[in-house]
Nanobody, 124 residues
């Protein structure tokens, strides 16, 4: 059974940092393009960052460019999201997701498998 399990969320003050992890079980993550999305209360889910199968072609939402870094360790079957200079508007549930095609996209509907999410709360 394939699973994506996010961890690393929590409560942090504005300006702080967190590193989210997305650990996969089942088939190797190296077969998948991976991405992080987030959903704040009352808002639609939005793309945060994506990364190609081999770690190339990272793609970021304008709102997080220069603050967030996506990376992956295929040997550990894990994808990371390093978040720095956090702002209250970054507060959301963060989800990782995968897709088979080897190109990065921000289109939510093109990702076919999702984790359960991890809560990130940034206080002002």
């Amino acid at each position: 059974q394939v699973q994506l399990v996010e961890s690393g969320g929590g409560l942090v003050q504005a300006g702080g940092s967190l590193r989210l992890s997305c650990a996969a079980s089942g088939r190797s993550l190296s077969f998948y393009t991976m991405a992080w999305f987030r959903q704040a209360p009352g808002k639609e889910r939005e793309s945060v960052a994506g990364i190609g199968r081999s770690g190339g072609n990272p793609l970021y939402a304008d709102s997080v460019k220069g603050r967030f870094t996506i990376s992956r360790d295929n040997a550990k079957n894990t994808v990371y999201l390093q978040m720095t200079s956090l702002k209250p508007e970054d507060t959301a549930v963060y989800y990782c997701a995968r897709r088979v095609a080897d190109w990065v996209t921000t289109a939510i509907y093109l990702y076919d498998f999702w984790g359960q999410g991890t809560q990130v709360t940034v206080s002002s």
